[in-house]
Nanobody
């Protein structure tokens, strides 16, 4: 089995910073792209940032220059450093990863999701 567990969410004042972490565990062959998504109440889930296995990154326009995504492949961990937080960043933040596992001697890749970590930014 594979699990993704997020941590680091909290209540913070506008202008503050938080670092989210996502740890992958289980019998894993390799991890391709990883990403952070968020979903605010009454809104659709949106992509915040993504990172490939080689470290290439992409960001939503709304977080460019404020958020930084990174990963430690040896630790199977992804991070999201969030600075200059705004009330509109308030959401449940989810970790997503494309993970390869062995099935009958063949590696198959599937997308996995964490349960989410709540970020609340007060004005």
């Amino acid at each position: 089995q594979v699990q993704l567990v997020e941590s680091g969410g909290a209540l913070v004042q506008a202008g503050g910073s938080l670092q989210l972490s996502c740890v992958a565990s289980g019998t894993i062959f390799s991890i391709n792209a990883m990403a952070w998504y968020r979903q605010a109440p009454g809104k659709q889930r949106e992509l915040v940032a993504s990172i490939t296995s080689s470290g290439s990154t992409k960001y939503a326009d709304s977080v460019k220059g404020r958020f930084t995504i990174s990963r430690d492949n040896a630790k199977k961990t992804m991070y999201l450093q969030m600075n200059s937080l705004k009330p509109e960043d308030t959401a449940l933040y989810y970790c997503n990863a494309n993970i390869g596992r062995y099935y009958n001697a063949v590696v198959q890749f599937n997308d996995y999701w964490g349960q989410g970590t709540q970020v609340t930014v007060s004005s």
